[in-house]
């Protein structure tokens, strides 16, 4: 099955600094790469996605980016602020399984 | 649209009883997936339904088990409670049947004493 691995698991960095996360999965069948962001004690949230036939994707101060060849993608924050504190998670979808595959998480701390 | 909810969001069980949770998706999505969060294995795929059909399952013993009706609303019960199964039951909804955005509900805390 799919396995992804995701680092680091926390990261910790200055108010307006740049925060990157990398993820690399296993199964070169995967065709789906969301990332979520997980306030304490609420939801996670779709911030992001990229599907395998792009390569990059932006929105506003997030970014992704995949590797189809490594199997790696990356989420980057610029500009971080305070209130982009919180534990992300990757995950890639194959299509053959059917499912969700979640990376371990990064605990992201921005200090002002 | 109303985003997805689940009740109950709190529920204290003991040992060796068994316990059903409820997940609505948003109005239109039919696709229905449900997952296991603990502090020690991060968020862990339980099943899939999408239509009424359980399309895949993860690697759960068989005390956990779910159904769809034809609303799409989900529900997913685990029998003989053990300690272990005490976490944060998140489901989600997508539109699309594969490869979809999966967005989540508040979760269910179970805690199993």
């Known amino acids: 099955g799919e396995n992804v691995e995701q680092h680091p698991s926390t990261l910790s960095v200055q108010e307006g600094d740049s925060a990157v996360i990398k993820c690399t999965y296993s199964d070169s069948a995967s065709n789906y790469f969301p990332w979520y962001k997980q306030e304490l004690g609420k939801r996670p949230q779709l911030i992001i996605d990229i599907r395998s036939n792009v390569g990059e994707k932006k929105d506003q101060r997030i970014a992704v980016t995949l590797n189809k060849t490594a199997k790696h993608f990356s989420l980057h924050i610029t500009e971080t602020q305070p209130e982009d504190s919180a534990v992300y998670f990757c995950?890639?979808?194959?299509?053959?399984?059917?499912?969700?595959?979640f990376g371990g998480g990064t605990r992201l701390m921005v200090k002002p | 649209k109303a985003g997805v909810t689940q009740t109950p969001r709190y529920l204290i069980k003991t040992r060796g009883q068994q316990v059903t949770l409820s997940c609505s998706p948003i109005?239109?999505?039919?696709?229905v997936s449900w997952y296991q969060q603990t502090p020690g294995q991060g968020l862990q795929f339980l099943f899939e339904?999408?239509?009424?059909?359980?399309?895949n399952k993860g690697n759960f013993p068989g005390r956990f088990s779910g159904r769809q009706f034809s609303n799409s609303r989900s529900e997913m019960n685990v029998s003989t409670l053990e300690l272990g199964d005490s976490a944060l039951y998140l489901c989600?909804?997508?539109?699309?049947?594969?490869?979809?955005?999966?967005?989540f509900g508040p979760g269910t805390r179970l805690t199993v004493t």
């Open positions: 989600a909804s997508s539109e699309r049947q594969a490869g979809g955005e999966q967005y």
């Open positions: 995950a890639a979808f194959i299509n053959a399984g059917n499912m969700l595959t």
């Open positions: 109005s239109g999505h039919r696709s």
């Open positions: 339904y999408f239509s009424e059909t359980q399309r």
